[in-house]
Nanobody, 114 residues
Framework: QVQLVESGGGLVQPGGSLRLSCAASGSIFGINVMGWYRQAPGKQRELVATITSGGSTNRADSVKGRFIISRDNAKNTVYLQMNSLKPEDTAVYYC????????WGQGTQVTVSS
């Protein structure tokens, strides 16, 4: 089993920034891809960004130029730097880690509002 613990969510004004962190523990051997997804009220969960253990990244078009995903393999931690936040970024953000199985964190709320 893999445990994922997220932190860094909160309330921020439009145009502001937040940094999410996700630390993995447990049976982490073999984890390749880590990433972030989000789910807004009434909508399906969607991909935000992913990063492989080698550093290759993938981001949703809606966050390109604003969000940066990074990873510290020594700390088994993935980060999401979110800049120029918009109200439509409001959602619960979930960390994920994948080996043969995909694991999920408990989610952290991000609210962008004035």
């Amino acid at each position: 089993q893999v445990q994922l613990v997220e932190s860094g969510g909160g309330l921020v004004q439009p145009g502001g920034s937040l940094r999410l962190s996700c630390a993995a523990s447990g049976s982490i051997f073999g984890i390749n891809v880590m990433g972030w997804y989000r789910q807004a009220p009434g909508k399906q969960r969607e991909l935000v960004a992913t990063i492989t253990s080698g550093g290759s990244t993938n981001r949703a078009d809606s966050v390109k130029g604003r969000f940066i995903i990074s990873r510290d393999n020594a700390k088994n931690t993935v980060y999401l730097q979110m800049n120029s936040l918009k109200p439509e970024d409001t959602a619960v953000y979930y960390c994920s880690a994948a080996s043969a199985t995909k694991y999920w964190g408990q989610g952290t709320q991000v609210t962008v509002s004035s």
